[in-house]
């Protein structure tokens, strides 16, 4: 049970205290050191007069209703809605990234939704979403928050995603994906220097928490690689990477790739071509990976599931639209080989529908 928000915040979890009133934040391994007022590299997390105070409790950049393909998931599923929310604030320091004006912000008010878990929950059932996602930031760095709306949806039967990098450390992941059913992991490159010098963090955490996602827990999972010209699109870094993924976690993890668009601090970067989606998806084909994606682009064949046993479509994409539909009891309707995923024996109706929704007060 958590403590009652106090006036300045909610308590926050996983810290240790150190002298002169300084504290250790455990939640991911930048593992930041407090002094009182200071806050962490996320913005969200901060010392007030010795304590570990999440500043963000409750409150959203805003939620939406989107297809789950929009996450992305294209196993878990499929033709679903779901409703999506984040928060501000972001453990990572991606020059790259897509969101920055939500993971980059320093600004609460730019938090102009407020609702509880309950409310949240509550809502996701009503619209008729199959599962809630946390997104848009990471929602590592409000754990909190997540894990209280997790246990509100399930106890409405509400799934619940996370998009998320991946960064945390073993005890708080080990809470954290207790009550979450299926992650969408943001693997964005195969290089410790890319992460050091690109992201402001390391990639052995991400590697690890993969691992331990399929090693330890029923969390479906999928992974997404944003690919971006000249720095981690090459056919080398490539290679290593689905060598690494069949290796750790098996042939039958989706992989994503995605196209980057110039944002941020990365302005100097042309868009990826989508001729380096389609080279990247056939390539990580030909080295064993049974479901490869493609994303960002048009590309109806690349966003298509296909059975890898007799090779017919199973699942038909067009952006977030669903066509055909041949998947029966979790096996293809063709030649009965078994498809890693969740699914029902019809799929959802939803389409690529993006509805808001606001929290009346």
Known sequence: MNSPETTQGFPGRWWTRLDDERILCELCPRACVLKDGDRGFCFVRQNLDGQMIL????????????????????????????????????????RFCQNWEISKSREIESLSESASPGEIAAQAQSSGSRSVAFTYNDPVIWAEYAMDTARACHERNIK????????????????????????????????????????????APILETLRWLKEETDVWFEITTLLIPTKNDSAEEIDRMCDWLINNLGDSVPLHFTAFHPDFRMQDIPATPAATLIRARQQALGIGLKHVYTGNVHDKSGQSTYCPQCKLCLIERDWFTLGQFNIENGCCKFCGQQIAGVYENEPGTWGAQRMPVFFSK
């Open 160 to 203: 619940t995603i996370a998009v998320t990098a991946g960064y945390i450390m073993p005890e708080a992941r080990r809470e954290f994906y207790s009550v979450i059913d299926a992650a969408n992991v943001d693997l964005k490159a195969f290089s410790e220097l890319f992460y050091q010098q690109v992201t402001l963090s390391s990639l």
């Open 55 to 94: 500043t963000t409790y409750g409150k959203s950049t805003g939620f939406c209703i989107d297809p789950v393909e929009k996450k992305p998931l294209n196993h878990f599923l499929p033709g679903t809605s779901v409703l999506s929310f984040g928060t501000a604030g972001c453990n990572l320091g991606c």
